[in-house]
């Protein structure tokens, strides 16, 4: 999932990401929904949907990643967290209460359930207790969930997010709970914070045999291609991750042959298409030494071109998995795949 | 033209420069296209066309408005000008002969000659002195085209420049001189630099009565809708600025019926499309609502929409123009138009 914090994927217009990149569906988040445009505006507008004009399905996080990533002096405490908005200073109360019925009204097609997402490194009794947390304020979230109706006119969906640190039997506890709420996805969290690759994959490995096959599973927040390749090894269905569009504007491509740094003075008189393999039209139609140009000029068009580059680029990857598991032989390619994709160019 | 300073239209991808603004001609700095990517670059790129694939007419300036606006502790002599970049300081030197040298390597296909651009207010004595400069660098300039061959196998033309502030004998002056060049088309430099808009219209029509008419007339580096109307009144026929692409990225967006600052809070919850009456896609595609909240959450998409809006609507303008000239109803036309373009919305 392509991630458009604001409503927006940064860089891309919006007919770019369904019919250049393909994108399926999209991310938003609901701290910064929530703060900007705010509840009003997206209810009169008939949702996020209305708003952005996206008319596939989007998700929406719970907020609670952001709240303890970017708000100030954040407060925890069993019945929510307290937080001032990194924008006016505003103080707000997020519940879990709050939070489903804010993604009510933002419409998200996929409604995240309020967590803690605990920090890396974090030890042993605060991840316990924080587990403990987030699933009590899970039983919060599907009563008022399973208690309210959709406001448009279309269904939404809740997934529950199994925490539990880099803890192995923390993490097969939450999976169990998690898993046993049978809602119609569920969610890995807590990952991709900084933790060891190794670890990353074992966590994923335990949870997702727990978590049914038959719903999808999202790991989020993950990751570099690599990351998706291995986690689609181990199980996960559903990813979102900023780094292709965030790299994307400092310059770094993602290709199937490794990572370009555009900005590398190597790529000044290269003349050929951005990437020969690439799907989007971007790929074709300019080259490396323009793009460089764009960059070290610093012109915004250089993000845009590389946005596009880099989520068409994921989404191919992880089209490219799924015909892989499908024909039988994904393995084989994945293994192929991850050998190239950390290069650098 | 829309202006592509470093060889790209800023935040505009090229098949939206040609397919929803439907511009037929793009324009390029020369000072900034010598700076970066340099002169090898551009050689190696097969000129300008090969670097930014941009496959319909560019023209380039001769460097002269930006030695003058940008480089620092600039030295003007007899020969030509030396001057230091704004980007990393290093010393340059353009002459007459070196300005036609470059744009042959750009491969511009409308070259401008190199002229000193007086700033306003200007001093008679200054400003008789500096146009005769430019007269003598002009014969320079025509001596050196008319003795080089294009590098790319297309052809080149050199437009001369008049020059002579505010002074309507010094502009009759040159008008004159100008036209005598016979050359394949004429511009007028040295207006829309802060001089009240009267002078300019009062320069803009001394100077089309000499020049001739079946030649196109090109005025530099103008300006507001209300101005190319009035001038297209005058007898001008070609414009360029920087206005609809620089005032989109603050928020200012140009419409038929007025001027919209789409950060006004009065656009909070407007959800009815950027400009109805627009011309390209993104005027029905995104909101007012929408549009004012990427630019306040500092989304680059909001430049990217407002760009496409601008340019497009400036397209529509002087195909307006054009197509009133031949109804022969133009006067009325403009002056129905220019009540509504300044108006504040």
């Keep these: 999932m392509p991630v458009g914090t604001a409503g927006a994927v940064k860089a891309v217009h919006r007919h770019e990401v369904a019919d250049d990149i393909k994108a399926q569906i999209i991310l938003g988040n609901t701290y910064h929904l929530y703060l900007r445009p705010g509840m009003d505006i997206l209810q009169k507008a008939g949702g996020l949907h209305g708003f952005n004009g996206w008319q596939k399905p989007q998700l929406t996080d719970s907020g609670g990643y952001q709240v303890y990533s ?23 109360f997020f519940t879990p209460e709050r939070a489903i019925d804010i993604q009510r009204i933002i419409g998200a097609d996929i409604i995240m359930a309020f ?18 947390l987030t699933h ?31 803890y192995p039997d923390l993490r097969k506890q939450s999976a169990e709970f998690i898993a046993a709420q049978e809602r119609e996805g569920n969610a890995i969290g807590g990952l991709s914070v900084g933790e060891p690759h190794e670890d990353m994959y074992a966590m994923s490995d335990l949870v997702c045999q727990i978590l049914p096959k038959e719903k999808p599973r999202y790991l989020m927040g993950v990751g570099t291609p690599v990351n998706i390749l291995e986690n689609i090894a181990l199980g996960i269905d559903m990813f979102d991750c900023v780094m292709p569009t965030r790299n994307a504007r400092n310059g770094m491509l ?17 003349f050929s298409p951005i990437d020969p393999n690439g799907t989007s039209y971007v790929d074709q139609s300019y080259s490396k030494a323009y793009l460089r140009h764009l ?13 596009i580059h880099n989520l ?11 015909k892989h598991i499908i024909a039988g032989d994904f393995e084989n390619w994945k293994n192929q795949m991850v050998k190239k994709l950390d290069q650098r160019l």
Tied chains: 1, 2.
């Design 254 to 270: 993602f290709t199937s042959e490794g990572i370009i740094n555009i900005r590398n003075a190597k790529w000044l008189d290269d």
């Design 115 to 132: 967590d803690e997402c605990t920090p890396y490194p974090c030890d042993y009794a605060y991840a316990e207790k924080s587990m403990h």
């Design 136 to 166: 009590r304020w899970l039983k919060r979230c599907c009563e008022r969930f399973d208690s309210t109706e959709p406001k448009y006119g279309f269904n939404q969906t809740l997934f529950p997010i199994v925490q539990g640190s880099v």
């Design 295 to 307: 960059f070290i000029a610093g012109e915004m068009l250089g993000s845009q071109i590389a946005s």
């Design 312 to 322: 068409a680029f994921y989404l191919w990857l992880v089209g490219e998995a799924r």
């Design 70 to 92: 970017l708000a100030a002096s954040r407060k925890i405490s069993e019945s929510g967290v307290s937080f001032q908005s990194h924008i006016d200073g505003a103080r707000h």
